[in-house]
């Protein structure tokens, strides 16, 4: 069968293999046809030979970690053939931490996570792919081909579930959100505060192709510049760039007993800033900073619940290219005005 592979740690090895083995059994009692999966970010810095961990004992790693795939076969009678299903991406350590022991695996403490198409699994950009029934999740029919948006949605649906935990420390009645990015995972977010019927503000750095219209079609403002220049403290902040600058500046910008939610990941560069300040202004004001990645299962079912609730052309709109598997390097390169790109496997 077809699968995208790499050879991790290597650059330039990405290929379409047209004869990589059938999933075993091992894999899971729960056969999938593959129907599309999403690209992010991850994939490409995978591709650079950035990071990325085979299967014990294999060479390549098949990527992808977006998916939705049509149930084939289901032994175990959890799931009926023709069902849409994702595979979850993360597994619990085999030790396990006390996290992975309770279902938290998503705040495993020692790091012997697996994760599909990332770290010692194989991941879901094939023909075929197996599953224990446990790691799928099943998704309503009429969602169909907008499925495949449902990881990265667990991500945000974590977000959102940490803010409301931390929220309820005291009498909270919060009102305004700030979201910084309008990637998938910024508007993903932006979807979140719009379902809670906050007033909403996306900011990005440029307002090309689709985004300030997604952003207004949730009734939220779109705004370009600066974190400062919106000159408005805010209740909740998810800060989806990973852009040190913009991160020091959303902190900066909570409100008395803000929330902020960093999800995006900073690179290595170093900036000048001010810690003192921000420590007070932290402390004085009672605000939380915290960050967050991966999900658990009970994010999963939260992610289909907001994706069931949200409008099918909206979440259309978010996906900004569909590319056949034939062409699965054109879905590896970046387009300026891309949101989310999918790679179908679909015949």
């Not at 929220?167 to 990637?183: H, I, N, Q, S």
């Not at 939380?288 to 939260?302: D, I, Q, S």
Request: overall charge negative; some cysteine; glycine content about 10%.
């Amino acid at each position: 069968m077809r699968a995208i592979t790499v050879t991790p740690g290597r650059t330039n090895s990405l290929r379409l293999a047209e004869d990589f083995p059938e999933p075993s059994p091992d894999e899971g009692g729960l056969l999938v046809e593959a129907l599309a999966v999403g690209i992010c970010g991850t994939d490409r810095e995978i591709i650079d030979g950035e990071y990325g961990e085979p299967p014990p004992g294999a060479t390549e790693l098949v990527l992808g970690h977006e998916s939705l795939g049509r149930v084939l076969e289901d032994p175990s009678g959890s799931f009926s053939p023709g069902d849409l299903v994702a595979g979850i991406v993360r597994h619990p350590d085999p030790v396990p931490c006390s996290n992975c022991a309770v279902g938290e695996w998503d705040m495993c403490r020692n790091g012997l996570y697996t994760e599909h198409g990332i770290k010692c699994l194989q991941g879901f950009a094939r023909d075929r792919w197996r599953i224990s029934p446990e790691f799928a999740v099943r998704l309503a029919p009429e969602l169909a081909e907008l499925g495949v948006l449902l990881e990265p949605t667990s991500v945000l649906a974590k977000a959102w579930e940490h803010i409301e935990r931390i929220g309820a420390r005291a009498a909270w009645e919060p009102k305004r959100v700030l979201v910084t990015g309008a990637g998938p995972i910024g508007l993903l977010a932006a979807l979140f505060a719009a379902q809670r019927g906050y007033e909403l503000h996306v900011l990005n750095r440029s307002a090309s192709g689709e985004k300030p219209g997604l952003v207004e079609a949730l009734g939220g403002t779109f705004h370009t510049g600066t974190v400062p220049e919106l000159g408005i403290e805010f209740d909740i902040v998810l800060e989806c760039t990973g852009a040190p600058t913009v991160v020091l500046d959303a902190m900066c910008q909570a409100a008395p007993n803000g929330i902020v939610s960093l999800t995006g990941v900073s690179s290595g560069r170093t900036i000048d800033f001010d810690a003192g300040a921000l420590n007070r202004a932290l402390v004085l004001e009672n605000n939380v900073v915290f960050g967050t990645v991966n999900a658990n299962r009970r994010h999963w079912e939260l992610a289909a619940e907001a994706l069931a609730a949200a409008d099918r052309d909206w979440l259309a709109r978010m996906i900004t290219r569909r590319v056949p598997v034939e062409r699965y390097a054109e879905a590896y390169d970046a387009e300026p005005d891309d949101i989310k790109v999918v790679l179908e496997f679909g015949r």
